[in-house]
């Protein structure tokens, strides 16, 4: 907005001095504020001649209001809504010119000062705040205000007047931009903000200019719009080793299909001795390499684009159809097709994948490739084991489908093209851990539900609360998501949480047994 300035004496102009601004004296902004606020910012001193700016609140500028119809609506009259569309477009750009007319702006203006348009949330950071306040503001930062915060020609004399962090804070509230405070008590707050423009203002004060939202124009606001049908996975991930990543809820998602298919094999396959253990071992270690092949694809090359949600999709109703099949899964034709279906998810989207190594003649084409032909391998094998259904010798098919991926990893674990470290691998399964735990957490509230309040039967389940902890304090207490980065052996920690989850998983079945 655009306040108006009442000058209340007489500006003192001097010649610019290297390279800095006129000075117009010392320019105190007066700000309203409740008493309860904590005033933390201090007021500066000077010996030279003043000059005191009043701002005052004006009419905000007009806002676009959507109308009120719906979706069927829309659907039913899409001609009368879309003619209501285009008549409330021509009244608010009509409002618009009369409102910068009023308030002698031009168009632009006044479409600069729609909130909608702050692009940059200004944070002042102090390295210390006991240290000295004022600055001056040479002639090139002060015109990188002026381009950042979109500033209006009254605005522009206004930010003359701003000498400290009092009157900056003063200026950028009653402007209407948005801005934070922070304060590092020490010389260690520059190195998070180097991703975002600074300015220096004094030794003791750098200004960030934080992206609100990114530009709508600009190719890279996909984000922040619609999201897109189908964008280009990366084929080459060497230059995102070590950027931090964090798993999306689609992930988080997908990972409780797993869960709840754990869920209902355990309860219905109880662990009595050796060979039920084994029938046990041989469906988890299927169910939990599929979950880990997937994540390997998603964590590295998932663009979060509409065909990846389908891909997920499929991978859900395969997963349930496992599911569905496992009380009997030893002989199920049901339980193999739902494997073969995620199985070729994956040679779609490492395919997707090649496909662009080969366009970009990347050369992680090769062992994209090997993915590709190591996942149709194996859907080979696991369809040719459906005519020996019958009997035991379609499980070798099977386990060997599972060697064959794994050795693709193994052979491709030194490519920093495809590096693990280039996910956030690591977070998926210490979330994983987090949720196998959950569910021995549940079936034991159960049984501790069913059991009574006497102490024979409480100190035990002290016992096993504190059991359960050791789990997650052992797991969790050193636990890093830069182990993919730090780690030679960031694949062999991977695998030996196969083991660790079996182990976790048994000892919630033994402590309901027991």
Request: hydrophobic fraction near 40%; glycine fraction near 6%; charge should be negative.
């Amino acid at each position: 907005m655009s306040p108006n300035l009442t000058s209340r004496s007489t500006m003192r102009r001097g010649p610019t001095v290297r390279g800095r601004r006129p000075t117009i004296g010392r320019v105190g902004i007066r700000r309203r504020s409740s008493a309860s606020d904590q005033e933390i910012l201090t007021k500066s001193d000077s010996d030279t001649a003043t000059e005191e700016v009043e701002l005052h609140e004006v009419e905000e500028p007009p806002i676009y209001k959507h109308g009120e119809e719906t979706f069927g609506d829309i659907i039913t009259h899409p001609r009368q809504e879309y003619q209501a569309h285009k008549l409330r477009k021509t009244e608010y750009n009509e409002h618009r010119a009369s409102w910068a007319l009023e308030h002698g702006l031009d168009k632009d203006d006044a479409k600069l000062l729609h909130h909608d348009n702050q692009a940059f949330v200004t944070v002042i950071h102090f390295r210390n705040l006991r240290a000295e306040q004022n600055f001056a503001i040479d002639y090139e930062t002060a015109k990188e205000f002026e381009r950042k915060l979109k500033l209006t020609q009254q605005e522009k004399i206004m930010f003359n007047g701003v000498h400290d962090t009092e009157s900056l804070t003063s200026f950028l509230h009653n402007a209407h931009r948005d801005y934070a405070i922070k304060v590092h008590h020490g010389h260690g707050g520059d190195q998070h903000h180097k991703q975002h423009q600074t300015l220096e203002l004094s030794p003791n004060i750098f200004v960030e200019f934080k992206p609100k939202f990114q530009d709508h124009s600009a190719p890279q606001s996909s984000h922040s719009t619609r999201r897109p049908f189908f964008l280009f996975p990366e084929p080459d991930l060497s230059a995102d080793i070590g950027d931090e990543k964090a798993a999306s809820w689609l992930e988080l998602f997908y990972d409780l299909f797993y869960i709840a298919s754990l869920s209902e094999f355990t309860h219905t396959h109880v662990i009595k001795d050796w060979a039920s253990l084994g029938v046990y071992a041989s469906w988890f270690v299927i169910m939990w390499w599929a979950w880990t092949a997937s994540s390997l694809y998603t964590t590295r090359f998932d663009t979060d684009d509409v065909m990846h949600h389908i891909w997920k999709l499929i991978e859900m109703c395969a997963v349930i159809g496992m599911a569905g099949t496992s009380d009997h899964f030893l002989n199920s034709p049901g339980f193999v097709y739902g494997y073969m279906a995620l199985k070729g998810v994956l040679v779609i989207e490492y395919g997707i994948v090649f496909s662009v190594a080969l366009m970009a003649k990347s050369k992680s084409r090769v062992p994209l490739l090997c993915y590709v032909v190591a996942n149709v391998i194996s859907i080979i094998l696991w369809g040719v084991s459906l005519l020996f259904i019958n009997n035991n010798s379609h499980f070798a098919l099977w386990y060997v489908g599972l060697f064959v991926e794994l050795i693709v990893n193994l052979i491709v674990r030194d490519n920093k093209r495809l590096s693990w470290a280039a996910s956030h691998l690591a977070e998926r399964f210490g979330l994983l851990t987090l949720i196998v735990l959950g569910e021995n957490l549940m079936g034991f509230v159960k049984l501790v539900a069913e059991a009574g309040t006497t102490v024979h039967v409480v100190i035990p389940n002290f016992m096993a609360v504190v059991i359960i902890f050791g789990f997650f304090f052992n797991y969790f207490e050193d636990f890093s998501k830069e182990v993919m980065l730090h780690n030679r052996n960031n694949q062999l920690w991977v695998y030996l949480h196969f083991p660790l989850h079996l182990c976790q998983v048994a000892f919630g079945i033994a402590l309901i047994n027991m």
